[in-house]
């Protein structure tokens, strides 16, 4: 089947550790987004990747990195340089990053800090 | 500034009772504007793009419609099983991105 994949389901962090979130999709897929979710508000874009190796900042990149390595990839990292990681992340892809194409979720990853 | 605002954030319906979920906008130069429906714990489904004023699309249950200034999902006689949330997102073509709503929460009770 086609789809995104994201992993873990639930992932813990201790104060100060960097984690990663995987992300990967088969729908061959040129696009790539990350997404934070909080409870009352939208969602909220923190990178996005448009082709391999390449990637620009959205809107609350601060202590957050990516990587493009391959097309089908997309991981997130959470920094301990991000003061209130925890939320619940969405990967999403699409076609291009055309206003025409469609993004498409994964099931998403929720990060707890202790 | 780009800006999507849903209400209401939250909707009780009786099963069978049928009702519209509001998304207004305000864009520059819209590109397109999308529903998704979010269960608790999982990533947002895509349900619909609409693409200009006037323009409308039907899924079971849903139906959405588009003005310059709104969108609106309209549900004809829910069920318990359509009890999520539903999300709002328009293409601002001067950002090049997607700007999502906040949501409604909709529950139908039996």
């Known amino acids: 089947d086609g789809g995104i994949t994201q992993s873990p389901k639930y992932l813990f962090r201790k104060e100060g550790q960097n984690v990663t979130l995987s992300c990967e999709q088969n729908?061959?897929?040129?696009?790539m987004y990350w997404y934070r979710q909080d409870p009352g508000q939208g969602l909220r874009l923190i990178y996005y990747?448009?082709?391999?190796?390449?990637?620009q900042k959205g809107d609350i990149a601060e202590g957050y990195s990516v990587s493009r390595e391959k097309k089908e990839s997309f991981p997130l990292t959470v920094t301990s340089a991000q003061k209130n990681p925890t939320a619940f992340y969405l990967c999403a892809s699409s076609p291009r990053t055309a206003g025409t194409d469609t993004q498409y979720f994964g099931p998403g990853t929720r990060l707890t800090v202790l | 500034e780009d800006q999507v605002t849903q209400s209401p954030e939250a909707l009780r319906l009786q099963e069978g009772e049928s009702s519209s979920l509001n998304c207004s906008y305000t864009v520059s130069g819209l590109r397109g504007l999308f529903w998704y429906r979010q269960d608790p714990g999982k990533g947002p489904e895509f349900l619909f793009t609409l693409y200009s004023a006037g323009e409308e699309k039907e899924k079971e249950r849903l139906k959405a419609t588009l003005t310059k200034k709104e969108s609106f999902l309209h549900i004809t006689a829910p069920k318990p099983e359509d009890s999520a949330t539903y999300l709002c997102a328009l293409f601002s073509g001067g950002y090049n991105k997607l700007i999502f709503g906040a949501g409604t929460r909709l529950a139908v009770h039996p």
């Open positions: 990747s448009q082709i391999v190796n390449d990637f």
């Open positions: 729908l061959n897929h040129d696009a």
